[in-house]
């Protein structure tokens, strides 16, 4: 046998030995292409707009906090007048 002959051999023996993991590997493209990369898109807009929701809804929790901190200071200051006078 020649060495070109050898390395044909050879060649065509890798081909059928590789052929199973090819159509494998594309499997698993196709399967990511299709299916897991839209659904982790999906996913990740779902986090991101609750992200966005919570970091407004943070800064109203923190306006609001603010306001009682006020709203109790006047009671407080109101109450202290009303005994005052009665």
Sequence with gaps: MTDNELLLS???????????????????????EQ????????IESCYTST??????SSEELDALKADMEIIKNVIAEHSKKLKEIS
């Design 10 to 32: 050879i060649s065509e023996l890798l081909d059928k030995k590789l052929k199973p993991l090819d159509d494998r590997t594309k499997q698993v493209e196709l399967l990511l």
């Design 35 to 42: 299916d897991i990369i839209p659904r982790l898109q999906n």
């Design 51 to 56: 992200y966005r929701r919570y970091a407004v």
